[in-house]
């Protein structure tokens, strides 16, 4: 009979979840391969390290962390309280002393009775491999997005050659209701360029009404153009560390250095133009930005062929220059770094467990879930359910309605939501409000609909879920 939960990875979603096993009684091997190896991006022994900023994010409600936070907080989030406690000054955000952090994290886990922390590293090439763990009994892997290659190589093997990726190059998505229509048109580039007369006539139909083809399309003039090309190309971009630059440019090309190629080169790319007709002037656009709609509701949409290396302020800034996004509400920018993740909505339950294999949960960055307080969620999901199967196991007896499944309403439950739905274009999310349910009534001011958005969240968190 299994007498432990076994959590790979020290960060951020294994010591939660190492917490809210611990909590229950249940022991804990928690394995973190520092000091014995550390990643390109890591640098001290102590568990949770923060390596890229020391902001949270922001601690009002309205916006999205910040009631993911408060979920947090109302069910007990170990590293939430720990980040409340080292908090520095940062206005309205919560942002720590990410050495205090990492040092309280350390101690406050180790110091529970039901853990031991094993400094080894887990896979084929280290003392234990992730296969040998799952036949032993419930394994949580929480490693973050810089896998070692060890571990990665089995996940490969577990997952499928296509359920793993190496890097995260994703375009901007943005609210669909803050797109102005007014400019931009439905529109899907290949039935027209097929010329098929009865389609032509259902795509301006279609246009006439309003409803919706695959594509959003925003048009722009020559001056237009040329004057976003202009900023683009001029743009501020991250620097990326050595060991991101090999991986990521050999997959893809960020729309900024396309850009630079020559001023054309896009119209010839991703905006070309071809087969479109402005319904505002019944000519072809100089140049077309397509926007995919990314989640099953409909409410928001990727910027196509736009993987980008822009600083977040420059995208906000220079994205915002193209025709119909002036006032575009942004709820992930685009991302070129290293980041190791798993193709969740073909693999993983909304509990963040393998389907294919139920004594095997993966928690943190890894599942696609994006940013220091997402993981913290997803570790904590991915503990309690942990919890439930191993007193199921204990008890001999099935899995019927055991299951923690949190509300999409909530923001915890949105995001195990999106990363367990189907979605041919996946890639990894942070906590937006444009994940959750639409509110039954439609409200203009944003701050007063984020703000009911998040008293239903906490509502349904406090009601059902407090005593865990």
Known sequence: ??????????????CEAAYQIAKRGIPVKLYEMKPVKFSPAHHNNNLAEIVCSNSFKSNLHTNACGLLKEELRILDSLLIKTADEVA???????????????????????????????RQ?????????????????????????????????????????????FYDAAAPIIEKESIDMNIAFWGDRYAQERGKEEELEVWKERISQNKENNY???????????????????????????????????????????????????????????GFTDPRTGRRP?????????????????????????KYGEQKRVFSMIPGLQNAEFVKYGVMHRNTFINSPELLEPTYQLKNNRNIF??????????????????LVAGLNAVKLYQAMQEREEMKEKWVVFPKETMIGALSNYIATENKNFQPMNANFGILPELPEKIKDKKQKYGKLADRALKAIRFSFINL
């Open 88 to 118: 520095v000054p940062a206005g309205q955000a919560l942002a720590v002393d990410r050495e205090k952090f990492a040092e309280a994290v350390t101690k406050k886990i180790g110091s529970l009775k039901n853990v031991e922390i094993a």
């Open 286 to 310: 100089y140049a077309v930005v397509q926007l995919r709609q990314d989640n099953t509701e409909g409410n928001l949409f990727n910027m196509v062929g736009f993987q980008t290396n822009l």
């Open 121 to 165: 590293e887990v896979g084929k090439a280290g003392d234990k491999s992730l296969e040998q763990l799952a036949k032993e009994g419930i394994v949580i892997v929480a490693t973050g997005p810089l896998t070692s290659d060890a571990l990665s190589s089995e996940i490969r093997e577990l997952t499928g050659s296509e359920g793993l990726h």
């Open 216 to 274: 959003i399309n925003l048009p722009m003039n020559k001056e237009e153009y040329e004057a976003f090309w202009k900023e683009l190309v001029n743009a501020e971009v991250v620097e990326l560390h050595q060991f991101e630059k090999r991986e990521i440019f050999e997959g893809c090309m960020p729309i900024e250095v396309m850009a630079k190629r020559g001023i054309d080169t896009l119209r010839f790319g991703p905006l070309k133009p071809v």
């Open 362 to 379: 993966f928690a943190g960055q890894i599942t696609g879930v994006e940013g220091y307080v997402e993981s913290i969620a997803s570790g």
């Open 1 to 14: 009979m299994q007498n432990q939960i076994t959590i790979i990875g020290g960060g951020l979603a294994g």
